[in-house]
């Protein structure tokens, strides 16, 4: 085993940044390659074996650039800056945080955050109809969120459409009070979220007023034709085949559709099919349609939030495979 020691300049105002409070990040590197960082007079030596050097140097040198670009770096950057070396991706960090899409209204950049996400992000603008599957936190209502308020600001669509079915997530919540939009609003209170957040509230109000961005439940998209709107339509799983036809057919020219949703999370009655389980099987092979499905390893939420998505896919993929087990051995 051959020793390196190699050297990246660190300034001293990026080294807080790149290095983690108490310097977590650094000793995650440390963990993770088996080398030793010593940083003196704003120079790093990096020792350790040659290849593992090398690794570590590669994702330094990634998160220096982020940092110097402006951006608050994360544990989530550093743990998918570790990934992508230790994969030897082509891409890096770097490289798809140069994709930006709009600024919230505090002033913080909205760009992808991982490779998935990027694909998805390229999707949105290169086809008419996206399907974002993928599990909680991995951006596929905001990021098309911000896609959306991107393409209004810029006239490429006259209006948005956001709607979602409006049901209970395994509760049964009985008769809600005040008028109907009161009954609909904790429904949709999602998309509200990333909209204020983006867009701002009284723009928000303003464009609402003006019919120019709509919030609403699915039911009412029967009977419409939507012409230049960019149209998101999100929690899908919660549709049903019948709901996911009416709305596909509901698109007119100049229109951009996103369709969002998480198939392991359904809150449909037991044995009913999902709507966007048969749409994406229907529409697959169809021109003009992308399906971009993000994993766990896009979550961009709490590192936790990945830790229990990827927890909860190993405990399915085993119960699934019990249950066929025990399917065979009563055949036989």
């Known amino acids: 085993m051959s020793l390196s020691e190699l050297m990246i300049d660190i300034p001293a105002e990026h080294e807080a940044n790149v290095f983690g409070q108490f310097d977590t990040y650094a000793k995650k590197l440390e963990r993770t390659f088996h080398v030793t960082l010593i940083a ?180 009412y998209m029967r009977g419409r034709t939507l012409d230049n709107a960019f149209i998101i339509l999100d929690e899908a799983q919660n549709t049903t085949p019948a709901q996911m036809k009416m709305f596909l057919t509901r698109i007119g020219f100049g229109s951009k559709v996103v369709i969002t949703g998480d198939s392991t999370q359904k809150d449909l009655p037991a044995g009913a099919v999902s709507g966007l389980d048969v749409a994406v099987n229907v529409v697959k092979d169809l021109e003009g349609i992308s399906i971009c499905t993000l994993t766990s390893r896009d979550v961009v939420r709490h590192p936790l939030v990945q830790k229990i998505v990827k927890a909860y896919d190993d405990y399915e993929k085993k119960s699934a495979g019990r249950t066929r087990e025990n399917s065979r051995r009563k055949r036989s």
């Open 40 to 219: 003196r007079d704003g120079n790093t030596k990096i020792v350790g074996e040659s290849a593992a050097a090398q690794k570590a140097l590669r994702v330094l040198t990634q998160l220096l650039e982020l940092s110097r670009r402006g951006n608050m770096i994360t544990e989530q950057n550093v743990d998918y800056a570790i990934s992508l070396v230790y994969e030897d991706h082509e891409e890096g960090i770097v490289e798809i945080d140069k994709e930006m899409i709009c600024h919230t209204l505090q002033g913080k950049p909205v760009k992808p955050k991982t490779l998935g996400q990027k694909k998805y992000v390229d999707a949105i603008k290169n086809e008419m109809i996206t399907f974002g599957l993928g599990p909680a936190g991995t951006g596929k209502t905001y990021l098309a969120m911000a896609m959306a308020i991107t393409s209004f600001k810029q006239n490429e669509v006259n209006r948005i459409i956001l709607t979602r079915p409006a049901i209970e997530a395994g509760e049964k919540l009985g008769f809600l009070p005040g008028d109907l939009q009161s009954k609909i609003d904790p429904y949709l209170r999602p998309l509200y979220d990333a909209l204020y957040e983006i867009m701002g509230a009284d723009s928000f109000i303003k464009n609402s007023e003006k019919g120019l961005i709509e919030v609403a439940p699915l039911a």
